[in-house]
C-alpha cells in the first residue's frame, strides 16, 4: 500500500488495502473543505495508477500557492 503524506491543507495520494478492493484516492487534509477524487481508468499497473495519482496531486498542490 503506498501512501504520501502533505502538510496540512495539502493534496496526498491514498490507495487502498486489497482486501478493500484497492483504490486510489486524491484527498486533502484539509477537514472544513475536504476533497476526495477517485482516479479509475485504464492502467497497465497499480504503480502507473498512483503515478498518474501522484501527478495529479502535485498539480493541485501548486494551484493552491
Do not use: C
Request: net charge negative; charged share 30%; glycine share 4%.
Amino acid at each position: 500500500m503506498y501512501e504520501e503524506h502533505l502538510d496540512k491543507g495539502r493534496f496526498r495520494v491514498v490507495t487502498t488495502p486489497p482486501d478493500a478492493g484497492t483504490k486510489t484516492y486524491i484527498e486533502s487534509d484539509d477537514y472544513e473543505h475536504a476533497v476526495r477524487l477517485q482516479v479509475t481508468g485504464k492502467f497497465d499497473s497499480l504503480a502507473d495508477k498512483e503515478l498518474y495519482a501522484m501527478a495529479l496531486a502535485e498539480l493541485l498542490n501548486n494551484a493552491r500557492r
